[in-house]
């Protein structure tokens, strides 16, 4: 699916909205961060490096409401940590309307035959485990939201596999299969689930998959913010269970 070409977001699409965005420090998450915030969402800016929270908080402060940072790391974090990021959520807030699971990594583009047994584990977890905890954590917070929106993020390795790419073509598997199950139990609830493929954008694992590409030929993370601001915000009530891939 394409995200209608008549969506124009209005200044304030996003107010009175609480959004957590994973993997907010750099490239895509920071850059649809920082624009729910300018279209009034009060952004969860989440990431591992707590200096790197720091300056994004500083940047997104002013923008919009004031946003709060969630430390976790991904491939680390324990169930206690969950909880305790739930629970600040739930004292804070009380409710979640939107969460965008879009930290990942790249992983090694190898061969299956060859693929670091650690680093195949490590991908899975990251890119597709932890979403899992994290939706099933927060699942009850955007059950109280009158309009909940959970967005994955896939790749065009998500649908067919292709050689070298490995533990994350696997993982974004996992991610679509994650979203199906979770869009179709939920059905007719308040929560709707969707998938996004961003597609090539200018970003650091993108030049860690194409060492020889021009990164001056891709889009930026910028160019993305109307499908972003689509599938999180009101305007995308009442779909659920679609994959959506960016059109230029
Ligand atoms: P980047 O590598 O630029 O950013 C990835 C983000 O994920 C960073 O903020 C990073 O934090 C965070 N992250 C990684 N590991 C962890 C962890 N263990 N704990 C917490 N945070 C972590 O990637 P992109 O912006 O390019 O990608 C964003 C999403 O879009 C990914 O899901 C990717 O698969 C998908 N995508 C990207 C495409 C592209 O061309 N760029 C194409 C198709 C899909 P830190 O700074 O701490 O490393």
Redesign the pocket.
């Known amino acids: 699916m394409n995200v209608p070409r008549n969506f124009m977001p209005e200044p304030d699409c996003m107010a009175d909205r609480v959004v957590l965005v994973?993997?907010?420090?750099?490239?895509?998450?920071?850059t649809v961060a920082r624009d729910l915030a300018k279209h009034g969402a009060t952004v969860l800016l989440?990431?591992?490096?707590a200096a790197?929270l720091d300056s994004l908080h500083e940047e997104i402060s002013g923008l919009g409401p004031e946003p709060a940072v969630a430390q976790?790391?991904?491939?680390r974090a324990q169930g206690d940590e969950y909880r305790h990021l739930t629970e600040q959520i739930e004292e804070r807030y009380g409710r979640l309307d939107g969460l965008l699971h879009?930290?990942?990594?790249?992983g090694d583009r190898s061969p299956i035959e060859h693929y670091d047994i650690a680093l195949w584990q490590r991908v899975i977890h990251?890119?597709l485990n932890a979403g899992f905890i994290l939706t099933r954590c927060l699942l009850p917070l955007l059950g109280r939201s009158g309009d909940a929106s959970i967005l994955f993020?896939?790749?065009?390795v998500g649908q067919r596999g292709r050689a070298y790419w490995g533990a994350?073509s696997v993982s974004?598997f996992g991610v679509e299969g994650l979203a199906q199950v979770l869009a179709d139990e939920l059905e007719n609830t308040s929560v709707r689930v969707n998938c996004f493929?961003?597609?090539?954008?200018r970003?650091?694992?993108?030049a860690s998959a194409y060492p020889a590409e021009d990164p001056a030929t891709l889009k930026r993370?910028e160019d993305l913010v109307r499908p972003y601001l689509f599938l999180l915000g009101p305007a995308s009530r009442g779909i659920t269970g679609q994959r959506f891939e960016f059109q230029a």
Do not use: F
């Open positions: 994973t993997g907010a420090t750099r490239g895509i998450g920071r989440h990431g591992r490096n790197a976790l790391d991904l491939e879009n930290a990942g990594v790249l990251v890119n993020t896939t790749s065009g994350y974004k493929n961003p597609g090539a954008t970003t650091g694992m993108r993370p």
